[in-house]
């Protein structure tokens, strides 16, 4: 409803109400009452909606007529405005991007807007228009300022682009320094190298730098992480070892400074090399020597990949990774051991219920045996070469048994299925029978 419309609402209300109370009086008073005040209500209604009439012409007269477009498009200037502002503060709150000459111009554009009539409230983000200062300035002028600031987003999209591509850059220069340094991070660089540049879009150049920001702090972490293992070993071999800055370093990324975190870390790895360079290499020896002996004893695949692992790691950084290495090998020892326990133990199961003569086959006794590796000291060179020692052993006492066991019990089987008569003949004629007797493999 327009202000017209109200305006002769209220008039026709006024006049209802008027008749009402003079028809009130008329029945319930004196007519002559009645007549009078029905005739000057009528008047003065007539004369007050004169005058708000005569007010509205007037006001009409002195209104721009491109007053409501002007205004609206300020308005909505406005919001775009603070729309593209808000963004820029948020890539700068995260990402510590600020770029001064698009902060410029936006500063030029608020300025041309408040100069416009327009009025821009950052707490509430909202935008009021003046409407005395809107009368004085063209549609032009405040179109221009529209152009203005779509050639301002159009600046900044392509400059943060050309920032992005740096930043892509920028941080595959800190990893590689890191991985040269003597870090583990080739999955992180090949996560980098994966990313896909994005195009010259606001939101996609900030999803990318989401992306490459994520994969850069945690690098960063994974590296403080490494290098706060390796100083545990360094402070048990040296107790005067100063620990790592992981502190440090994880308040430096949060800072967004990445280039203080990574002198920080190179300081550290080369400081924790010198001092675990001498147990690295005996341990690294030792490692070596522990699984050849396995080898010779027992031909797996996962020895073979564990040596290579070990022939890799060629300098102290990796002393951490050498030691996870020795535990993985002890742990397959174990494994090997159980597996060949718990087999002999079945198969000597299965053979004792065909109730064999003991002249046949007697019972390793090994099946009661505990065969158990010490983990505990495989992480020192001693310990890691005497627990393949004790797998040696472990393996040649296993090993003939199974072997017997399993010859027993396919013998056996292979008597309850197959060769029960021919066995019968041949004991009947030479009190005894072999394998070969029985072509049994």
Known sequence: MNKDVQNIAIAAISVLLIFIISGALFLYADSDIALAFAIIGVLAAIIIASVWYIKSVKQRRLEDPAARVKIRELRDIGRDFLHLRSRMHAIEDVHAITIQQSAGEMEAIESSIESSGGSIDPDSQTVECDQEVIKGVTLFAIRSIGQNLGQARLDFVDRLHGMAVGRTDDARTKLETLEAA?????????????????????????????????VTENALRKCADGAEKLAAHAGDLQPGVQ?????????????????????????????????????????????????????????????????????????????????????????????????????????????????????????????????????????????????????AAMVGELAPALNTGRKAYKMLSSYHRTVERQIQKILMAHDTASTDDLKVA
């Open 243 to 391: 620990g790592t800055r992981g502190m440090q370093v994880e308040e430096q990324i949060k800072a967004k400074d990445y280039e203080e975190a990574v002198s920080a870390l190179e300081e550290d790895i080369a400081a924790l090399k010198t001092a675990t360079k001498e147990e690295f290499e005996a341990y690294r020896d030792s490692l070596l020597e522990a699984l050849n002996i396995a080898i010779g004893v027992a031909e797996h695949e996962r020895f073979a990949e564990l040596k290579e692992e070990v022939l890799d790691a060629s300098s102290p950084e990796k002393l951490v990774r050498l030691k996870e290495n020795g535990d993985t090998f002890v742990e397959q020892c174990q494994s090997i051991v159980d597996q060949m326990h718990s087999e002999i133990s079945i198969t000597e199961s299965r053979i004792m219920e065909f109730m064999p003569p003991d002249y046949f086959w007697n019972e390793s006794g090994l099946a009661e045996k505990e065969f158990t590796l010490n983990r505990a000291d495989a992480r020192g060179g001693d310990g890691v070469r005497h627990a393949a020692e004790s797998f």
């Open 182 to 214: 003597g870090y583990d991070l080739a999955s992180y660089l090949s996560e980098m190298d994966s990313l896909t540049l994005p195009d010259k879009d606001l939101e996609e150049i900030v999803d990318y730098l989401d992306l490459l920001k994520t």
